[in-house]
Each structure stands twice: as structure tokens, then as C-alpha cells.
């Protein structure tokens, strides 16, 4: 079992920087391969970033590729995603979302894909 805990959202005007943080429960934090997805009034659920157990693969959105990082900490139990460049459309309240990894190597994209999930973080970007 796996408590999410997201921090670090707020109001930000376009062109700025935001660090959310996810900060995980659990022993087996570091076999867990995490992601970051977003969710915009009206819409589904999307893809943001996901990163392997080991931290050494990560896969972004063409949206946000460039432009925001995930990473993790296992010794802190934290996973982070710092995004940069913030524009509008970037809008949404923001969720990570964590699952046993199927191997050091294995990162998923897919909302069906992942066990746990945090509460929500909102990120709000002005023009």
C-alpha cells in the first residue's frame, strides 16, 4: 500500500517555474515506477511524465517535453516534477500517481496503468 501526498502548486504567471513535490508512504517506495498527469476542468485525465523505480528512464508529453523534469529521491520517498516555461494551456490540477514497476527499466503512461494516487495539487498559469 501507497500514500500519495502532492505539494507545491499555486498561481504563477506564464513564463514561470513551479517544483511540485510527491511525497510517498511505504517501504517499497523504491520499486515503485511513478508519473505525473493532469486534469483540466471538463477533461480527462492526461499523461504528463513518468520516470522508472531506478530514475533512470523518464518519458515526457510532447506537450511539456523541454520544458518540465521529473525526478526522485528514494531516499526521501519524494518524487518531483519541475516544470519551467509555464504557459496557459499548462492549467490543471495535477496528480502523481505511483505502481509496483515491472522492472528497473519499465515506466507507464497510461491512467489504467497506475495503483495509487494522490489527491491533487492545483497549478494555475496566467498570461
Known amino acids: 500500500q501507497v500514500q500519495l501526498v502532492e505539494s507545491g502548486g499555486g498561481a504563477v504567471q506564464a513564463g514561470g517555474s513551479l517544483r511540485l513535490s510527491c511525497a510517498a508512504s511505504?517501504?517499497?517506495?523504491?520499486?515503485?515506477?511513478m508519473g505525473w498527469f493532469l486534469q483540466a476542468p471538463g477533461k480527462e485525465r492526461e499523461f504528463v511524465a513518468a520516470?522508472?523505480?531506478?530514475?533512470?528512464?523518464?518519458y515526457y508529453a510532447d506537450s511539456v517535453n523541454g520544458r518540465f523534469t521529473i525526478s526522485r529521491d528514494n531516499a526521501k520517498n519524494t518524487l518531483y516534477l519541475q516544470m519551467n516555461s509555464l504557459k496557459p494551456e499548462d492549467t490543471a490540477v495535477y496528480y502523481c500517481?505511483?505502481?509496483?514497476?515491472?522492472?528497473?527499466?519499465?515506466?507507464?503512461?497510461?491512467?489504467?496503468?497506475?495503483?495509487?494516487w494522490g489527491q491533487g495539487t492545483q497549478v494555475t498559469v496566467s498570461s
Open positions: 500517481a505511483a505502481r509496483p514497476g515491472y522492472s528497473s527499466s519499465t515506466y507507464y503512461t497510461q491512467v489504467y496503468e497506475y495503483q495509487y
Open positions: 511505504g517501504r517499497t517506495f523504491s520499486r515503485y515506477a
Open positions: 520516470i522508472t523505480w531506478s530514475g533512470g528512464s523518464t
